[in-house]
């Protein structure tokens, strides 16, 4: 348990941006499993829509720190590519 009081604020502070992080994290999930339905579905129009918005997303996500900026990359390109092969 803290002891000092600038321990006690460090705390505080990282429970609120814990809490932050967590809903940016959980907002970027959800556009990413929103592309992935519409692949699954088989709805490219539906999907490179959703892939635009999920683009945003997660690198907003990368910009605020709640992911790293390769592991941003990476599920972006996983998912371009996997919209992209749809077409064949």
Known sequence: MANTSSAKKMVRK???RTA??????SRMRTFVKKVE???AA?????ARDALRAAESEVMSA???GVIHKNTGSRKVSRLSARV???NA
């Open 84 to 86: 992209k092969s749809m």
């Open 37 to 39: 339905l519409a692949i």
């Open 62 to 64: 990368v910009s605020k």
């Open 14 to 16: 990282i429970a609120r």
């Open 20 to 25: 932050i992080n967590k809903t940016r994290r």
């Open 42 to 46: 088989g709805n490219q129009a539906e």
